[in-house]
């Protein structure tokens, strides 16, 4: 089933490792996850690499559908063994678990209005990115969105891509990038550097866009401290202000800043 720009990884997750970024979705995206009209009635969200257990893909489901208690949700596992382990505990009439790859193992009458990939992309070559994200994005209806990042092993730092299909092509649009911190490790901009999916970690050198955007979170950060904000909640949500003065396409959101949440959608997208 594994493609060729599917590499095999280790599949350690843990119980709410994503719950944060759930919570997210359903803030910003349940029009994305109650949409019904015509080829949307049948659209899934698709987890991919759920990992050992599917513990994730369920609390995924538990949250989406509180808001579209019909939602179809696939888990795909790259490993056939933790595939079949998922679907024999877990599988039900809404909840199906499918070995795959990117490619996706979607029915042709089953397409997808969300894709999740978190924690899969850490190895392989970093310039096969964009082939992953066009692969996974193919299922997605035109307006659908794909998540793709990392985190640490519980999801305290977290820090994805939305990219989102549009009906123009097959490579979706890099809208937005998502950070997110329960403040357990404290908090300074360089921490969520440290989690930028892989083909930005590479990129935070001088001249580069997300290294001059880190420069500027870090300023508005140390000017927010200066300005006695020095409780990590505190000086993350005052940075926030701070750094939208200076860095286009920054949210600012009350949701978002006490939800330890910052939103970088730049004019013409997170730069590649
Ligand atoms: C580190 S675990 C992450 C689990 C979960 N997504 C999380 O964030 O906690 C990565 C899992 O992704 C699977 N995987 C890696 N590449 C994949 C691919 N191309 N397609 C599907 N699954 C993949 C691995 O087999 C592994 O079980």
């Known amino acids: 089933m594994a493609g060729e720009l599917d590499t095999r990884t280790r599949g350690r997750t843990a119980r709410g490792r994503l719950r944060a970024l759930d919570a997210y979705l359903c803030q910003f995206e349940s029009a994305l996850l109650t949409r019904v009209e015509g080829a949307w009635a049948r659209a899934v969200f698709v987890d991919v690499g759920f990992g050992e257990h599917p513990w994730t893909t369920l609390e995924s489901a538990t949250a989406f559908r509180s808001l579209s208690p019909e939602l179809s949700v696939v888990g795909v596992e790259l490993e056939a063994e933790r595939a079949r382990a998922a679907a024999s505990t877990h599988a039900d009439a809404r909840t199906h678990f499918r070995e795959g790859g990117f490619a996706l193992p979607l029915a042709p009458d089953e397409p997808a209005r969300l894709v999740r990939a978190m924690n899969l992309l850490r190895q392989g070559p970093p310039e096969r990115i964009p082939e992953a994200h066009r692969a996974m994005a193919r299922h997605l209806l035109p307006g659908g969105l794909l998540v793709e990042g990392s985190s640490d092993t519980d999801g305290a730092v977290l820090v994805a891509h939305l990219l989102r299909r549009t009906p123009d092509g097959d490579t979706p649009v890099r809208e937005r990038l998502l950070f997110h911190t329960d403040f357990s490790r404290g908090?300074?901009?360089?921490?969520?550097?440290?989690?930028?999916?892989?083909?930005?970690?590479?990129?935070?050198?001088?001249?580069?866009?997300?290294?001059?955007?880190?420069?500027?979170?870090?300023?508005?950060?140390?000017?927010?401290?200066?300005?006695?904000?020095?409780?990590?909640?505190?000086?993350?949500?005052?940075?926030?202000?701070?750094?939208?003065?200076?860095?286009?396409?920054?949210?600012?959101?009350?949701?978002?800043?006490?939800?330890?949440?910052l939103c970088w959608s730049p004019p013409g997208g997170i730069p590649p």
Do not use: N, Y
């Open 187 to 261: 908090f300074a901009p360089l921490l969520l550097r440290d989690w930028l999916p892989r083909d930005l970690r590479r990129r935070v050198r001088p001249g580069e866009p997300v290294h001059a955007f880190f420069q500027a979170w870090e300023a508005a950060w140390k000017a927010a401290r200066a300005a006695g904000h020095t409780l990590p909640p505190d000086a993350f949500a005052e940075s926030i202000p701070r750094l939208a003065a200076t860095m286009p396409g920054i949210a600012q959101d009350v949701w978002l800043a006490t939800h330890g949440f």
